[in-house]
């Protein structure tokens, strides 16, 4: 019988299999970091237990960490004492802690990958939404509560119930200034953020094999944003290469037979999936959102939808491109939820946003915060100026993204620009911390998500890939990238150059 990637990795770490109801999942890898462990880590002391595998978790500071001055005692007491706590917590338990300061620290879905402790073939868990990232590596990586975040600890296992399989393929060449962000953007607004409910989804085509690893996390980061328990992408040379001499990946012997383990970890050629999608990559544009959800984004140069059309350009990608599948909607509900969402954004129907003048770039996160992103945002501000009247925060995923700006001149590019580089951390993607847009100003944000407040309350976020952030961030106001790539080509790169730098 035909099998899914999906199909073979979760029926290689069921454990038990409850008849007609959910399955006792393995667990291979467990992130966790400051926000979702302090509760999990009572409830075992409440219980009498210890952390049953210790060694298969791995411990990360990141959404409440400050991105100035980490040498400093952290003065904002919310975001102290969870972190105070986190270290007490994996101390006691004998949990891997990579603290503030700690050359391995960062946000917990790049250090992951980029230390290989993410590998192919992987069920990996952490209690937070976007653990979905790790899918790239051809993983089932989704996230996870706080009660379950105990479960792990404890037990090592998960309860959980298969969902259904969506193949999502893009195929051909990604037009210049497009990148894996774009895309993501690009298929959520065709979608709709409940076309996923229910399904994890495998990525595919020649659009998606010609992704750097970088790019790839960027597309299973954001698959949770249309409404989907997660995504993965199948392995091949390019993951391996990515994760050869990591300092978690085998090595010697052991690699090489990883390597042929991984290269098994794909779709069988004929199997089914519950929905497909398939898209054009020379459809895709410069994406940005208009609205308080991702699926609420357009073309940079387009014009903000009408309400009424939005919705019906949504039911009619669902009722055509997917075969068999129904996604019941509420055209009231949808127009409603657009109509406010213009309200806080201050936007109307029908006009565009090329030309709005921003108050805040923000490049960073889980979704735009690795080396390759701050390449490209270098090299589109290389021999420019920022924008006097923006206020730009650069923060580097982890303290190995911030030594490569340094170790490859992005950093000296970036501050003759006008720019500062900050210090790893979640900043302000969520606004758990001292980064926070203040109320009614306009962010560009490289991040996943722009509910009304996520960045503060108030906060107005328009998200956008690395190109339009900087080419806002230059110019001042909303700026399609192309006017600026097309004058420097081939200085601009979204290919990785040194994946496996240490």
Same mark, same amino acid.
């Given at each position: 019988?035909?099998?899914?990637?999906?199909?073979?990795?979760?029926?290689?770490?069921?454990?038990?299999?409850?008849?007609?109801?959910?399955?006792?999942?393995?667990?291979?890898?467990?992130?966790?970091?400051?926000?979702?462990?302090?509760?999990?880590?009572?409830?075992?002391?409440?219980?009498?237990?210890?952390?049953?595998?210790?060694?298969?978790?791995?411990?990360?500071?990141?959404?409440?960490?400050?991105?100035?001055?980490?040498?400093?005692?952290?003065?904002?007491?919310?975001?102290?004492?969870?972190?105070?706590?986190?270290?007490?917590?994996?101390?006691?338990?004998?949990?891997?802690?990579?603290?503030?300061?700690?050359?391995?620290?960062?946000?917990?879905?790049?250090?992951?990958?980029?230390?290989?402790?993410?590998?192919?073939?992987?069920?990996?868990?952490?209690?937070?939404?976007?653990?979905?990232?790790?899918?790239?590596?051809?993983?089932?990586?989704?996230?996870?509560?706080?009660?379950?975040?105990?479960?792990?600890?404890?037990?090592?296992?998960?309860?959980?119930?298969?969902?259904?399989?969506?193949?999502?393929?893009?195929?051909?060449?990604?037009?210049?200034?497009?990148?894996?962000?774009?895309?993501?953007?690009?298929?959520?607004?065709?979608?709709?953020?409940? =076309?996923? /409910? !229910?399904?994890?989804?495998?990525?595919? &085509?020649?659009?998606?094999?010609?992704?750097?690893? %970088?790019?790839?996390? #960027?597309?299973?980061?954001?698959?949770?944003?249309?409404?989907?328990?997660?995504?993965?992408?199948?392995?091949?040379?390019?993951?391996?290469?990515?994760?050869?001499?990591?300092?978690?990946?085998?090595?010697?012997?052991?690699?090489?037979?990883?390597?042929?383990?991984?290269?098994?970890?794909?779709?069988?050629?004929?199997?089914?999936?519950?929905?497909?999608?398939?898209?054009?990559?020379?459809?895709?544009?410069?994406?940005?959102?208009?609205?308080?959800?991702?699926?609420?984004?357009? =073309?940079? /140069? !387009?014009?903000?939808?009408?309400?009424? &059309?939005?919705?019906?350009?949504?039911?009619?990608? %669902?009722?055509?491109? #997917?075969?068999?599948?129904?996604?019941?909607?509420?055209?009231?509900?949808?127009?409603?939820?657009?109509?406010?969402?213009?309200?806080?954004?201050?936007?109307?129907?029908?006009?565009?946003?090329?030309?709005?003048?921003?108050?805040?770039?923000?490049?960073?996160?889980?979704?735009?915060?690795?080396?390759?992103?701050?390449?490209?945002?270098?090299?589109?501000?290389?021999?420019?100026?920022?924008?006097?009247?923006?206020?730009?925060?650069?923060?580097?995923?982890?303290?190995?993204?911030?030594?490569?700006?340094?170790?490859?001149?992005?950093?000296?590019?970036?501050?003759?620009?006008?720019?500062?580089?900050?210090?790893?951390?979640?900043?302000?993607?969520?606004?758990?911390?001292?980064?926070?847009?203040?109320?009614?100003?306009?962010?560009?944000?490289?991040?996943?998500?722009?509910?009304?407040?996520?960045?503060?309350?108030?906060?107005?976020?328009?998200?956008?890939?690395?190109?339009?952030?900087?080419?806002?961030?230059?110019?001042?106001?909303?700026?399609?990238?192309?006017?600026?790539?097309?004058?420097?080509?081939?200085?601009?790169?979204?290919?990785?150059?040194?994946?496996?730098?240490?």
């Amino acid at each position: 019988m035909s099998k899914t990637l999906f199909d073979k990795i979760w029926e290689s770490h069921i454990v038990k299999q409850i008849p007609e109801g959910p399955s006792i999942l393995y667990i291979d890898r467990h992130f966790i970091h400051e926000v979702t462990s302090p509760q999990a880590f009572t409830g075992l002391r409440n219980r009498g237990r210890k952390v049953l595998r210790p060694l298969q978790t791995f411990a990360t500071c990141d959404h409440n960490v400050p991105t100035r001055d980490q040498d400093l005692t952290i003065e904002e007491h919310s975001s102290r004492i969870p972190i105070e706590q986190l270290a007490a917590n994996t101390k006691e338990h004998g949990i891997t802690y990579f603290p503030l300061g700690d050359p391995s620290n960062g946000v917990v879905h790049i250090i992951g990958p980029e230390l290989g402790i993410t590998q192919p073939g992987m069920t990996i868990v952490c209690g937070d939404s976007h653990t979905s990232t790790h899918g790239a590596f051809g993983s089932i990586a989704f996230g996870i509560g706080t009660s379950e975040v105990e479960m792990v600890l404890a037990t090592q296992t998960l309860l959980q119930t298969k969902p259904k399989q969506m193949l999502i393929k893009v195929d051909g060449e990604l037009s210049k200034g497009v990148c894996a962000k774009d895309i993501i953007l690009h298929i959520i607004s065709r979608l709709g953020t409940s =076309a996923g /409910t !229910g399904h994890f989804i495998e990525f595919g &085509g020649s659009t998606i094999k010609g992704l750097s690893m %970088e790019g790839r996390m #960027t597309i299973c980061n954001m698959s949770i944003e249309m409404g989907a328990r997660g995504g993965l992408i199948a392995p091949d040379e390019v993951c391996f290469e990515y994760l050869k001499g990591r300092p978690y990946s085998p090595a010697g012997d052991e690699w090489n037979k990883a390597v042929s383990r991984w290269s098994q970890l794909k779709s069988d050629a004929v199997c089914n999936f519950d929905a497909v999608y398939q898209f054009d990559a020379a459809d895709i544009e410069p994406m940005i959102t208009w609205g308080t959800n991702p699926g609420m984004g357009m =073309a940079v /140069t !387009g014009k903000v939808p009408h309400s009424e &059309g939005h919705v019906a350009e949504i039911d009619t990608i %669902e009722t055509t491109v #997917t075969q068999n599948v129904a996604v019941a909607k509420s055209d009231a509900v949808e127009i409603s939820m657009a109509k406010k969402a213009l309200d806080y954004m201050g936007f109307r129907e029908g006009e565009p946003l090329l030309g709005l003048p921003v108050d805040y770039v923000f490049l960073g996160s889980c979704t735009n915060g690795r080396i390759e992103d701050f390449r490209a945002f270098a090299g589109l501000v290389k021999g420019r100026q920022k924008a006097s009247g923006v206020t730009a925060w650069l923060v580097p995923g982890s303290k190995l993204v911030e030594r490569e700006i340094e170790a490859e001149g992005l950093g000296k590019i970036l501050r003759e620009a006008g720019f500062e580089v900050r210090q790893p951390g979640c900043s302000a993607c969520l606004g758990m911390n001292e980064d926070k847009i203040p109320e009614g100003k306009y962010c560009i944000s490289t991040t996943n998500r722009n509910f009304e407040g996520r960045q503060g309350p108030g906060a107005r976020t328009i998200l956008a890939g690395p190109l339009v952030a900087a080419a806002s961030a230059i110019t001042g106001v909303i700026t399609d990238p192309r006017e600026l790539v097309n004058a420097i080509g081939s200085e601009i790169t979204y290919k990785s150059k040194s994946a496996n730098t240490k």
